[in-house]
């Protein structure tokens, strides 16, 4: 009875105290807010795409679903963080609708990221890294264990996980803050390790706010990542971004935003000499989450190895932005042209409600695009038809 007594007064402090944040945040900067992303309830959107793509729900009923990759088998997996676990949700008739939600992990704590390297799931949880095997295939994972658990796990909580072409695993770490000056190197960066047992942890890269996407470029190697700015500087500053991370590099915050932007708090005269600017720059306050390169044969051959990002959707900004999906055209390494929508309509740009937030991108043995939305709990699917 005690215990619950005092569990019940943690949740109510708990409570009180983010009560108080978010008011303290509406009072003091609600010309620079809107809460339309945290509104109501989730649901299906009728999604807007370029002629001859198609849009289908693929599943339903998840709850908070994040990253997704295709597995060695196929099938689709998911970070399902709200009901703690990894889904596998397999299409064995291949109709563009999983056959089911198969529970591949359970237990986990909020689980964000997954990547499958050398016969192992590893998912990225708030304090680390827990890798998952499925011994005798059958669906389930068999073994699991902790590699990591020392992360800290105020502010950004979100862990990412990826491998790099010589083997190593990143994971990224975002910032404690909106802005400040770290205690822990591994915040506002990505920590590197030389074998994916952990050993060797060093320092990627640092100044990365929120680089919540990482993705291999699958012809040059490269590590690219999407950058979720610092908030409070108006609607418009700072752009969010996309870098290609070199190893050893510092990008700049909190003293300098973007390579050219001195912080207005943290920053001072020289803060941006030197600081390597991003691949591109977007609306800020889209919040870009998942990046995936179109690695498929299905799309129109102008789509093939193009970036496609999902902008999670604002909160720090007067007038509502992002929750949608948009396109980087690449030639190579380098952009062509600026971002541009790919699947809309999550945000009626009228009534200003959000129907869903979208998280996670993957591309499916079949070359469809499969989106997460962790606001209504979906799975979208976009293939092309040509009419």
Same mark, same amino acid.
């Given at each position: 009875?005690?215990?619950?007594?005092?569990?019940?007064?943690?949740?109510?402090?708990?409570?009180?105290?983010?009560?108080?944040?978010?008011?303290?945040?509406?009072?003091?900067?609600?010309?620079?807010?809107?809460?339309?992303?945290?509104?109501?309830?989730?649901?299906?959107?009728?999604?807007?795409?370029?002629?001859?793509?198609?849009?289908?729900?693929?599943?339903?009923?998840?709850?908070?679903?994040?990253?997704?990759?295709?597995?060695?088998?196929?099938?689709?997996?998911?970070?399902?963080?709200?009901?703690?676990? @990894?889904? *596998? /949700?397999? +299409?064995?008739?291949? =109709? !563009?609708? &999983? %056959? #089911?939600?198969? $529970?591949?992990?359970?237990?986990?704590?909020?689980?964000?990221?997954?990547?499958?390297?050398?016969?192992?799931?590893?998912?990225?949880?708030?304090?680390? @890294?827990? *890798? /998952?095997? +499925?011994?005798?295939? =059958? !669906?389930? &994972? %068999? #073994?699991?264990? $902790?590699?990591?658990?020392?992360?800290?796990?105020?502010?950004?909580?979100?862990?990412?996980?990826?491998?790099?072409?010589?083997?190593?695993?990143?994971?990224?770490?975002?910032?404690?803050?909106?802005?400040?000056?770290?205690?822990?190197?591994r915040r506002a960066g990505i920590a590197v390790y030389n074998r994916p047992e952990t050993t060797g942890e060093e320092i990627f890269a640092q100044g990365l706010r929120n680089a919540v996407g990482l993705a291999v470029h699958p012809e040059t190697g490269e590590l690219w990542a999407t950058n979720n700015g610092r908030d409070l500087m108006g609607d418009d500053?700072?752009?969010?971004?996309?870098?290609?991370?070199?190893?050893?590099?510092?990008?700049?915050?909190p003293f300098c935003q973007n390579g050219h932007i001195v912080d207005p708090d943290e920053g001072f005269t020289g803060a941006c000499e030197g600081v390597p600017l991003p691949l591109t720059e977007m609306q800020a306050h889209s919040a870009p989450l998942g990046l995936v390169f179109y690695t498929g044969q299905t799309f129109p051959q102008a789509y093939h190895?193009?970036?496609?990002?999902?902008?999670?959707?604002?909160?720090?900004?007067?007038?509502?932005?992002?929750?949608?999906?948009?396109?980087?055209?690449?030639?190579?390494?380098?952009?062509?042209?600026?971002?541009?929508?790919?699947?809309?309509?999550?945000?009626?740009?009228?009534?200003?409600?959000?129907?869903?937030?979208?998280?996670?991108?993957?591309?499916?043995?079949?070359?469809?695009?499969?989106?997460?939305?962790?606001?209504?709990?979906?799975?979208?699917?976009?293939?092309?038809?040509?009419?």
């Amino acid at each position: 009875m005690i215990n619950r007594k005092l569990i019940a007064g943690g949740c109510a402090l708990l409570l009180v105290l983010l009560f108080g944040a978010v008011a303290f945040a509406w009072f003091t900067f609600r010309d620079q807010v809107n809460l339309a992303g945290m509104q109501g309830s989730g649901q299906a959107t009728n999604l807007t795409v370029p002629a001859g793509f198609v849009v289908n729900i693929f599943a339903e009923g998840l709850d908070g679903p994040r990253f997704l990759q295709v597995g060695p088998d196929g099938a689709i997996y998911v970070a399902d963080r709200g009901n703690g676990r @990894i889904a *596998r /949700l397999p +299409d064995t008739n291949e =109709d !563009g609708i &999983a %056959d #089911s939600i198969e $529970t591949f992990a359970g237990d986990l704590n909020a689980p964000h990221s997954l990547v499958f390297h050398e016969g192992a799931w590893y998912v990225g949880v708030p304090t680390g @890294i827990v *890798r /998952l095997v +499925d011994e005798d295939g =059958d !669906g389930t &994972a %068999d #073994s699991r264990t $902790t590699l990591i658990d020392n992360y800290p796990t105020s502010g950004h909580s979100t862990r990412t996980v990826e491998f790099l072409p010589d083997g190593r695993m990143v994971v990224s770490v975002g910032s404690s803050c909106n802005v400040c000056q770290e205690d822990d190197p591994r915040r506002a960066g990505i920590a590197v390790y030389n074998r994916p047992e952990t050993t060797g942890e060093e320092i990627f890269a640092q100044g990365l706010r929120n680089a919540v996407g990482l993705a291999v470029h699958p012809e040059t190697g490269e590590l690219w990542a999407t950058n979720n700015g610092r908030d409070l500087m108006g609607d418009d500053l700072p752009p969010e971004t996309v870098y290609i991370v070199d190893e050893g590099e510092h990008y700049g915050w909190p003293f300098c935003q973007n390579g050219h932007i001195v912080d207005p708090d943290e920053g001072f005269t020289g803060a941006c000499e030197g600081v390597p600017l991003p691949l591109t720059e977007m609306q800020a306050h889209s919040a870009p989450l998942g990046l995936v390169f179109y690695t498929g044969q299905t799309f129109p051959q102008a789509y093939h190895h193009d970036l496609f990002i999902a902008f999670h959707g604002s909160w720090n900004r007067s007038t509502p932005t992002g929750y949608k999906v948009v396109r980087l055209p690449l030639e190579g390494s380098t952009p062509t042209g600026p971002v541009e929508d790919f699947a809309t309509g999550w945000l009626d740009e009228e009534t200003l409600a959000v129907d869903g937030r979208p998280v996670g991108l993957a591309v499916g043995a079949d070359g469809a695009l499969y989106i997460s939305d962790d606001k209504g709990g979906f799975i979208y699917r976009i293939s092309y038809r040509d009419a």
